[in-house]
């Protein structure tokens, strides 16, 4: 069957229920949507304050590849078999996007017999957080334009306006356009452009926000142009925006509670991209998580070059949060991919292209052992296709670098195929204190930064830049100097080539813009040709979503 079809026979407890009998929350904290899925209060969640925190798993992966590697089925997977080994369990993800499941992958809610229910819901809309993220990015954007239209008493500069646009949607054709177009009745000519909904800063607000006044100042911190002196930022609480836009997220900044397939509770909360944005789910999430399990599994978008670094360097440090253990998540389909396979001949056995491959789940091991100062345990994800020679090739390679390696079957039998990674985990963080080491100090100058990023997880030799790039990077080190660095990048290579698989060394990473995420608190720096809006493939998995004329949505994989 397909993921959906699963999905859809899965016998689904009222969430109200479900949160009462496993994590003792009251049914007066829960905001039910319907009958499996709720926001929990934060109210409530201010009241666990004082319980002690749980242990902390991040599960991370080598670079993706077209052949699917299984992080957030991993995830679940693994969540599900710590419960069934009567371990207090909670999984923390990040909501999708509508952008990748009209687009690449038509849905993100894990996969086989390792999901989060209802799927359906929680792929399309689900509690609106993302088309409340929208709106209050884009209320920014309307009161910045009325502003100028109306006399533009801040003396605001029209060609130094740093706020896009934004849409949950992949559209290429809105990267840039004309605004202000038919007179001066519909306000002032002007360029602008739209970026996708988990690139906006406002996400990014929002899920490193610790509270409603934490969410609302970092609103207002927001930089949204430069005045005509050039040098003076215009921010949000300028405008008198950051009220109505806090507003706009009263809900959404509550944490998602729902369930797998076995039942067991799962937080979903917030949905930045690792490749444009930082790639994580909420603090609050992952906070309350921690309060009320024994133990959290969460996720990091992408590849541990750019999900799990942010992770440690954004989140981690921000949020003052300690990992005890890392899962990196391989299949031998991507191994074999980046040892220059075609995506066609995947499923036959090819030892030679394996072993190339490996290069790439080396260097994301070695990253996370020596450079995030963390356990590791290595996951491959059983792919039916997978033969016992592929399967020993792998375990030999890792076990000749000191790493441990399982081989879970989460897909196929869910929590009960994920049973000896769980046993794997135990084993580390049980026996460890929590703890992790960042790749750059904050006292760093930016440019250094990156230069620590790029050589140390990309193993680039050389960071460039143009003039113009380099004099704004110089002019954002003179005030925001401490910022974190958010690497925008390709997902699909450690290099800003998506081409170049494997582990490449010695290339150069060219940093091409630099965006300001004052009300975030990090720097944006967009290496390559990476878009922050991206575009359609040409068949989209659109094309295949459908729905019966008894409501069943068909189509989502």
Request: glycine share 8%.
């Amino acid at each position: 069957m397909s993921d959906i079809e699963i999905a859809q026979q899965a016998k689904m407890r009222p969430i109200i229920d479900l949160a009462a009998e496993k994590l003792a929350i009251p049914a007066e904290h829960l905001e039910p949507y319907g009958h499996y899925k709720a926001k929990i209060s934060l109210e409530y969640i201010d009241s666990l304050s004082a319980q002690k925190d749980g242990k902390l798993i991040l599960v991370t992966a080598v670079s993706p590849t077209p052949a699917g590697e299984g992080k957030t089925t991993t995830t679940v997977g693994l969540g599900d078999a710590l419960n069934r080994l009567g371990k207090k369990t909670m999984m923390c993800l990040r909501e999708p996007s509508l952008g990748p499941c009209f687009g690449m992958k038509g849905g993100a809610a894990g996969g086989g017999y390792a999901q989060v229910v209802p799927m359906e819901d929680i792929n399309l809309h689900f509690t609106g957080d993302f088309h409340a993220i929208g709106v209050a990015h884009n209320l920014l954007a309307a009161m910045l334009d009325n502003h100028i239209t109306h006399g533009n008493s801040l003396e605001i500069d029209a060609r130094r306006i740093k706020w896009k646009r934004v849409v949950d949607m992949n559209d290429r054709a809105l990267r840039k356009i004309t605004i202000g177009q038919g007179g001066t009745a519909n306000g002032y000519l002007r360029e602008d452009g739209y970026d996708i909904v988990v690139a906006s800063e406002v996400m990014a607000i929002l899920c490193l926000a610790t509270s409603r006044a934490d969410l609302k100042a970092r609103l207002g911190r927001i930089v949204v142009a430069y005045k005509t002196d050039a040098v003076t930022p215009i921010y949000a609480r300028d405008l008198k925006a950051q009220g109505a836009m806090s507003a706009l997220l009263k809900d959404a900044i509550k944490p998602n509670l729902v369930q797998t397939l076995e039942n067991n509770p799962v937080i979903i909360h917030g949905g930045p991209f690792a490749n444009i944005a930082h790639g994580c789910n909420t603090v609050t999430a992952t906070k309350t998580a921690l309060k009320l399990a024994d133990y959290t599994v969460t996720e990091a978008g992408f590849g541990a070059d750019l999900g799990a670094e942010k992770f440690i360097d954004i989140k981690c440090r921000m949020a003052g949060l300690k990992p005890s253990a890392v899962v990196l998540v391989a299949t031998a389909r991507a191994l074999k991919s980046h040892g220059g396979v075609a995506k066609d001949d995947l499923n036959h056995e090819n030892l030679e292209a394996l072993e190339v491959g490996f290069a790439n789940l080396e260097r994301h091991l070695t990253n996370i052992t020596q450079h995030f100062g963390l356990p590791c345990v290595v996951c491959i994800n059983h792919f039916t296709f997978d033969t016992e020679a592929e399967i020993a090739l792998i375990i030999e390679k890792c076990t000749a670098l000191g790493a441990k390696c399982v081989v879970s079957k989460h897909w196929a039998e869910g929590g009960a195929g994920a049973e000896d990674l769980a046993k794997e985990v135990l084993n580390i963080v049980d026996n460890r204190e929590p703890g992790c080491t960042y790749v750059y100090d904050d006292k760093l100058p930016l440019w250094q930064k990156v230069e620590a990023i790029a050589s140390k997880i990309y193993g680039a030799t050389h960071v460039t830049a143009n003039a113009k790039v380099r004099a704004e990077i110089e002019t954002l080190q003179e005030q925001y100097g401490e910022f974190p660095v958010c690497m925008a990048k390709t997902q699909m290579s450690f290099s800003t080539n998506p081409m170049l698989k494997g582990a490449p060394t010695g290339h150069t990473l060219v940093i091409n813009e630099a965006r300001l995420a004052n009300g975030a608190g990090f720097i944006v720096l967009i290496a390559g040709d990476m878009m922050t809006m991206p575009g359609l493939p040409k068949v989209p998995a659109a094309e295949r979503i459908d729905i019966t004329d008894s409501g069943v949505i068909t189509g989502l994989f």
